[in-house]
């Protein structure tokens, strides 16, 4: 008979009261009987791994105990029910809970459960998962087969070790045996020593003999040796030292230059300057000179002693240990961080000093120093926040060719990781601080110097070449052709756009900058942009012809001086799209801010810079955004980290828009979202533009005072003038004589202070529409702002239908109308009735003057306020800006996705559906989808697929016949047109470096084998003459063509031509380059040195500044940096914001790129001279060259 298992009753009772009082869950289940399918109700409690059930809640006793330890838990779906039963109890117990408490083991039967609610029994069964101790159960599991891995591991060791003891006692014994055998011999050749003969007497066969068997024992151990070093030389392993001793030799070179510039820094400008510090008239001061230099000194000291280590490694080569420098370098680079942290404000203090003329002009004279190179204080003091990231590449390539098994991997990969914590911050700074050195840089290209580049809330937006088209009197343009050459040289202008001004100068030979002295400097705050003549502007008649449509003007009105207009003219259609787009978006950004100003200042006394600061989330940290130091061009903190939704409400907020925002924003948006996402935001907003601004800004712009309004009324104004509308009162558009509006609206800029309540006069009805007053006469200064109308009845619009398709034939930008108009001084002031109305009602009645006819008359029940109507033409205008800055700058997200084209063109037709719509936003809305709707069919550039398809029928030249311009021209077209063609989505996520780069980034890898194959047909070409008179006669001839590649700012094919004579199978041509005249020399090496990869291509950076395009740059410059910024920091943070201070210098990088890309060359194609440089069978490969460089010239014996 089997005995039961017995246990300690007592300890059960005591632990089913701590389950009843402490116990881990408690509550009624429903238990399921063993011997039938009833269901009885328990109250179950569970402590630690025993799950106990009683009775009742109340029963002190319980009736049974489960162990749970290993068990599992599932759940368990309701078991069927035949038959009985009304509906409404069978749906009770459908919705109950059932789970199953299975015990892994079998002979025990599964525990069957159920409760009334799904969240309760969630809860057990996480509790009874808990109790199992499965996830302990796995761990020691895991810790098992590790322990027994150890064993194993052990086990061999011991095995091994025992088998080299057993191998070294074989050793001993084996030369012990020799030792004896050497022994042996030495005392057999003692006794034969008398019985040799005298060497000399010995037999000459004999001699010659032993001489051949030791020449072929030389011989065949020199073999030996030969094919083990050259195994060794093959190997993978040797491979990877060498690559590892390159990079050292690189970082050795790197740092020299680092500790030359930190030098020039330190001994060049900050000791004079604290010597000009102590003077009697000092320029600058103490405290000045110690913000600007920061702890540069004591950071040029440390990197001596660095260097100094280095240079000590070097000499004990081929064995280089790094590691133990970097472990002594690592604790003394936090002095990096107060230099990293104050770097801006270091730039701002330098930026405030220049103003000083005395410092400017000090400064100018260091700066002229030869050991500077042309290089500014501001390129100096940036050099430090580039080198820890270049530490980080310099271990990151180690890393690459260090085993695994070297013993000091572990140190590098601990340096790498301490080196990446301070790169991040150093990132971001350098992100912070890149417009101050960018505006700073083009201050000092101008010789008279700009003043208001000083602004550190400047902007920079674009830059580059533009013809300045001359005038005559009266304002009408002269007629002068686009092709004229006198035109282009005599009116070209280099152009600068920031976020306040605009800047034209022109360039003298020497490269510097000479700002016009009438209209050099415009403030966009007095601007209005007309991007298309109007059909019935005298001034402009005609030009549209005779241009091209390339042409848009800058209406000035300054408020001290005479209006007056430029015009411009740029070299394509796509450019002239790209300045139009950010003047106007500029411009947008300052007038809808100052009407945004006005509202909330007249309707709820909150000033904007007051409700920005109220808001907390445009500058405090929060769990989903954090902030930079650095104020944008809206004086709102920059974003350095933010989510996606807090990105897309930046972009949407109608507050502000910081055109650098949009502009980086459009750029980088593919890395942390997707288009669609983008496009639903600005239909959102569109739709329901109150959501935009957050709710508490929204109380205080709502928060109008009820007294206020009465006011109106009690001044005996006209009531209906007083009434808030939200959209355009019934006013109509008489026929005038001139083209100006019959109804003009005269604000000053929206920033001014001077602004305050507008009068509103009305002429009389019998006023004749024929005598509004003509707009030619400037107004005089500081006239008061007026509005003027026109009241004309319906019978007198109905009969001029012309009037109102003259006032919608002119295209100009959506937000600058022509509205800006001063009424003349001494015009009728009849028996006008005048009213005070706020600007907002006023903006409303003016942009109402154009529209089509006479809306119906108001009804207050219908229309709110113009607040409301003021937002939501703001939230039109701001998705409008956006689309256009979109599809005009970035067409080709449009063209690769037809499905997110076909969703703008839906909202854009559904804005042109809306009834208050203004014509600025219809004319807007309409050029919009007239370039979204229409095929790029004035897009004449030549593509590279046509050029090949033209030189297949053409008749071959050979280089003989080809002079060196016509060679250079042609090569020149051919690299922009290839580094024309790379769209700029594969310069994101460094595409080039990964395995599928030909899927991912297939133009750039195009123009890497359009560079690599004209480098090789250089070379080939050389190396295809036997002589030695036409191998220098073509060196000299290439050289030349690598000249006027620089002369046409082709820096590409001048590092294609340079990179081609500088390989080993020409280089080492001795005889060739001897016969090369010294000229040539002397050329070759001032071309190399402008394309130097030396200190970051910064020979090429700064010609490139001081260059018109159109340029061709070297592309893997750009490469470089952008790898250099995808290394140092991740696109994501650890919580998962999107690292916004990194999109802000690929943008910088990407914009440069697009503005180099957008001005092409007018070189016409000659189909003879391309199919020689695309001719790929005079292409010889890398190892044949070589092998002809021997045959021409051979290695000199030893």
Known sequence: M?????????????LAFLARKEGTKRGFLSKKAAEASRWHEKWFALYQNVLFYFEGEQSGRPAGMYLLEGCSCERAPAPPRAGAGP??????????????????????????????????????????????????????????????????????????????????????????????????LNKTKER???????????????????????????????????????DYICSPHAESMRKRNQIVFTMVEAESEYVHQLYILVNGFLRPLRMAASSKKPPISHDDVSSIFLNSETIMFLHEIFHQGLKARIANWPTLILADLFDILLPMLNIYQEFVRNHQYSLQVLANCKQNRDFDKLLKQYEANPA????????????????????????????????????????????????????????????????????????????????????????????????????VEKGKLSKVRLGSLSLKKEGERQCFLFTKHFLICTRSSGGKLHLLKTGGVLSLIECTLIEEPDAGD?????????????????????????????????????????????????????????LMTIVFEENSKVTVPHMIKSDARLHKDDTDICFSKTLNSCKVPQIRYASVERL????????????????????????????????????????????????????????????????????????????????PPPLAVSRTSSPVRARKLSLTSPLNSRIGALDLSTSPASSSPTTTHSPAASPPPHTAAVLESTAVDRAGVESSPAADATELSPCRSPSTPR?????????????????????ASAFAIATAAAGHGSPPGFNNTERICDKEFIIRRTATNRVLNVLRHWVSKHAQDFELNNELKMNVLNLLEEVLRDPDLLPQERKATANILRALSQDDQDDIHLKLEDIIQLTDCAKAECFETLSAMELAEQITLLDHIVFRSI?????????????????????????????????????????????????????????????????????????????????????????????????????????????????????????????????????????????????????????GLVNFSKMRMISHIVREIRQFQQTSYRIDHQPKVTQYLLDKALIIDEDTLYELSLKIEPRLPA
């Open 2 to 14: 089997q005995k039961s298992v017995r246990y300690n009753e007592g300890h059960a009772l005591y």
């Open 87 to 184: 509906g409404g109890a069978r749906d009770a117990l459908d919705k109950q809970y059932y789970f199953t408490v299975l015990f892994g083991h079998e002979g025990q039967k599964p525990l069957e459960l159920r409760c009334e609610e799904e969240q309760d029994g969630k809860e057990w069964m996480e509790a009874i998962h808990q109790a199992s101790y499965a996830d302990i159960l796995i761990e020691r599991e895991v810790l098992m087969q590790k322990y027994i891995h150890l064993i194993q591991i052990v086990e061999t060791e011991k095995i091994a070790a025992n088998q080299l003891r057993h191998q070294l006692e074989d050793q001993d014994t084996e030369i012990e045996r020799l030792k004896s055998e050497i022994i042996a």
């Open 192 to 230: 034969m020593r008398p019985y040799q003969s005298n060497p000399e007497d010995e037999d000459p066969d004999i001699k010659k003999i032993k001489k051949v068997q030791s020449f072929m024992r030389g011989w065949l151990c020199r073999r030996k040796w030969k094919t083990i070093v050259q």
């Open 372 to 471: 500077c190179e042309g290089r500014m204080l501001e390129t100096f003091l940036t050099y430090p926040m580039f080198q820890i990231p270049r530490y980080i590449i310099t271990l990151h390539e180690l890393l690459a060719h260090t085993p695994h098994e070297h013993v000091e991997r572990k140190s590098l990969e601990f340096a790498k990781s301490k080196l990446e914590e301070l790169s991040r911050i150093m990132h971001d700074e350098v992100s912070d601080t890149e417009n101050i050195r960018k505006n700073l840089a083009i201050e000092r290209m101008i010789v008279e110097g700009c003043d208001i580049l000083l602004d550190t809330s400047q902007t920079f937006i674009r830059q580059g070449s533009l013809i300045q088209v001359p005038s």
């Open 538 to 594: 005298d001034d402009s008649k005609g030009s549209g012809h005779v241009f091209g449509h390339l042409d848009f003007k800058i209406v000035v009105e300054p408020p001290d001086a005479a209006a007056f207009t430029v015009v411009l003219l740029a070299p394509s259609r796509q450019e002239k799209a790209a300045w139009t787009s950010d003047i106007s978006q500029c411009v947008d950004n300052i007038r809808c801010n100052g």
């Open 648 to 727: 897309l409400e930046r972009l949407t907020d109608l507050r502000f828009l910081s055109i650098d925002f949009l502009n980086t924003f459009l750029h980088t948006y593919r890395i942390f979202t997707t288009a669609a996402v983008v496009l639903a935001k600005l239909s959102d907003i569109y739709k329901r533009p109150f959501t935009s601004i957050p709710v508490r800004s929204l109380e205080l712009f709502f928060a109008t005072s009820q007294n206020n309004r009465g006011e109106h009324l009690v001044d005996g104004k006209t009531p209906r003038l007083c009434r808030k509308f939200s959209s």
């Open 819 to 839: 509205h800006l108009r001063y009424r003349q001084p001494g015009g009728q002031a009849a028996d006008s009735s005048h009213c005070s109305v706020s600007p």
């Open 983 to 1135: 769209p700029y989505e594969e310069f994101l996520g460094q595409g080039w470096m990964k395995l599928d780069k030909n899927e991912r980034t297939p133009y750039i890898m195009k123009t890497s084998q359009h560079f690599n194959d004209m480098s090789n047909l250089v070379a080939s070409q050389i190396m295809n003459y036997t002589d030695v008179s036409s191998r220098a006669i073509a060196i000299e001839k290439w050289v030349a063509v690598a000249d006027i590649c620089r002369c046409l700012h082709n820096y590409n094919g001048v590092l294609e031509i340079t990179s081609a004579l500088n390989r080993s199978a020409i280089y080492r041509l001795k005889k060739t380059w001897a016969k090369v005249s010294k000229q040539t020399k002397a050329l070759m090496d001032k071309l190399q040195k402008t394309v130097s990869s030396e200190g970051r291509f910064k020979n090429l950076r700064e010609t490139l500044k001081n260059c018109n395009p159109p340029t061709v740059p070297y592309l893997g410059m750009y490469l470089t940096d952008l790898a250099f910024i995808e290394e140092g920091t991740p696109n994501f943070t650890e919580e």
